[in-house]
């Protein structure tokens, strides 16, 4: 159980373009998703968190309006990366959380996102 | 500010030699500590959570210890498919349920 779809797993898009990244908690619902992006080498960063039906809330450096989070339902937000530059290259990667404190972050596969 | 140190970055060891990882961490008021693992190109996958000091969980050849200070993940008789990054995060009780993760201890198992 516990299964956190993400998709695309990669893709590529031109400079000025924009992208979204799905998250889907498959067999749960999630109350809570976060976004998290990570460069080679370096730790998970937590970008957002957000809930279903309300707006996200961003850390400390992240643009709100760069990086556009919708939940929606509580099995699906999404991640758009507006007008991507080369610098936004980096793997995106999706958790989802249910209202039990003991019940651990169950985290989707990622998305490369390569802008050219 | 939280924090959490994990070492070392890196890890070679031969098939079956045992070894441990180590997650230092200051946090004002620990929810939970976590282990993951991560493989190339694919998101963390859950192993452990660890909530009060002197709790210890195991699984397989992995054991996870946790202290006020530290929690290390020891590694018995490893296997070649035991190699991955291993990453050590920590929920604190002021965060709701958002994880600050540490840069991870890259392990490698040769045969």
């Known amino acids: 159980g516990a299964v956190v779809s993400q998709h695309p797993s990669w893709v590529i898009c031109k400079s000025g373009t924009s992208v979204k990244i799905e998250c889907r908690s498959l067999?749960?619902?999630?109350?809570?998703m976060f976004w998290y992006r990570q460069f080679p080498k370096q730790s998970l960063m937590l970008m957002a968190t957000s809930n279903e039906g309300s707006k996200a809330t961003y850390e400390q450096g992240v643009e709100k309006d760069k990086f556009l989070i919708n939940h929606a339902s509580l099995t699906l937000s999404t991640l758009t990366v507006t007008s991507a530059h080369p610098e936004d290259s980096s793997f995106y990667i999706c958790?989802?959380?249910?209202?039990?404190?003991?019940?651990?972050?169950?985290f989707g596969n990622g998305t490369r996102l390569t802008v050219t | 500010e939280d924090q959490v140190t994990q070492s070392p970055e890196a890890l070679r060891l031969q098939e079956g030699e045992s070894s441990s990882l180590n997650c230092s961490y200051t946090v004002s008021g620990l929810r939970g500590l976590f282990w993951y693992r991560q493989d190339p190109g694919k998101g963390p996958e859950f192993l452990f959570t660890l909530y009060s000091a002197g709790e210890e969980k195991e699984k397989e050849r992995l054991k996870a210890t946790l202290t006020k200070k530290e929690s290390f993940l020891h590694i018995t008789a490893p296997k070649p498919e035991d190699s991955a990054t291993y990453l050590c995060?920590?929920?604190?009780?002021?965060?709701?349920?958002?994880?600050?993760f540490g840069k991870g201890t890259s392990l490698l198992v040769t045969p």
């Open positions: 995060a920590v929920q604190a009780r002021n965060s709701g349920y958002a994880l600050n």
């Open positions: 067999d749960f619902q999630a109350t809570t």
């Open positions: 958790s989802a959380s249910t209202t039990d404190y003991n019940s651990p972050l169950h």
